[in-house]
């Protein structure tokens, strides 16, 4: 099974300001990897896939980079509603398909 | 835009058994494989169980396989998990996903609101 580890589990940053995430899975998925936002009480909702490809309707400072083992998620100017846990996933050798622990992005 | 509505959690007894059902719209629901996907309070995500788009081919995570079911029936728009023996540790919000499949495996470009299941005694 493929882990996926994402530091740090809480990033406090200020309006406007940039935001780094990092995820690093335990061998490498290639770009086999997705990003997830999660608000409170909702579902996760897709992101990012292919490590760097936005989905559909996706705010253009949301971008993802990385491949083999390390990924970064980058929110290039934090908006009020960019608050949430995002997830990063991986689908490169499953099952099974394996999510990191979260990074919570508060606002600072 | 994809709908997916879950339904069918509770509180529920150890070593009991629940059936979710999760009923699709807006999209063509058997052209795509279809996941379930828990999560635990303050915890991220776990993905149980896959079935293929035609319902012949199914994958379970260790931690549920021999005791969960996941099926479908297209005529009906509805995937379904059958919950056996549950645990304590069996207690989380239930999705159910849609999968994309990329490459080599799945992302979930859609998801339900969730279903609880509270397995306590």
């Known amino acids: 099974e493929i882990v996926m580890t994402q530091s740090p589990a809480t990033l406090s940053v200020s309006p406007g300001e940039r935001a780094t995430l990092s995820c690093r899975a335990s061998?490498?998925?290639?770009?086999?990897l997705a990003w997830y936002q999660q608000k409170p009480g909702r579902a996760p909702r897709l992101l990012i896939y292919g490590a760097s490809t936005r989905a559909t309707g996706v705010p253009a400072r949301f971008s993802g980079s990385g491949s083999r083992t390390e990924f970064t998620l980058t929110i290039s100017s934090l908006q009020s509603e960019d608050i949430a846990v995002y997830y990063c996933?991986?689908?490169?050798?499953?099952?099974?398909?394996?999510f990191g622990g979260g990074t919570k992005v508060e606002i600072k | 835009q994809v709908q997916l509505v879950e339904s069918g959690g509770g509180v529920v007894h150890p070593e009991r058994s629940l059936r979710l059902s999760c009923e699709a719209s807006?999209?063509?629901?058997?052209?795509?494989?279809m996941h379930w996907v828990r999560q635990a309070p303050g915890k991220g995500p776990e993905w149980l169980a896959v079935i293929s788009y035609d319902g012949n081919d199914k994958y379970y995570a260790d931690s549920v396989k021999g005791r969960f079911t996941i099926s479908r029936d297209n005529s009906k728009n509805t995937l379904y998990l059958q919950m056996n023996s549950l645990r304590v540790e069996d207690t989380a919000m239930y999705y159910c996903?849609?999968?994309?499949?990329?490459?080599?495996?799945?992302?979930?470009?859609?998801w339900g609101q969730g279903t609880l299941v509270t397995v306590s005694s």
């Open positions: 996903a849609r999968g994309s499949f990329v490459s080599t495996g799945y992302n979930f470009d859609g």
């Open positions: 061998q490498s998925v290639h770009i086999n």
């Open positions: 807006r999209f063509i629901f058997s052209n795509f494989a």
């Open positions: 996933q991986q689908y490169n050798n499953w099952p099974p398909l394996t």
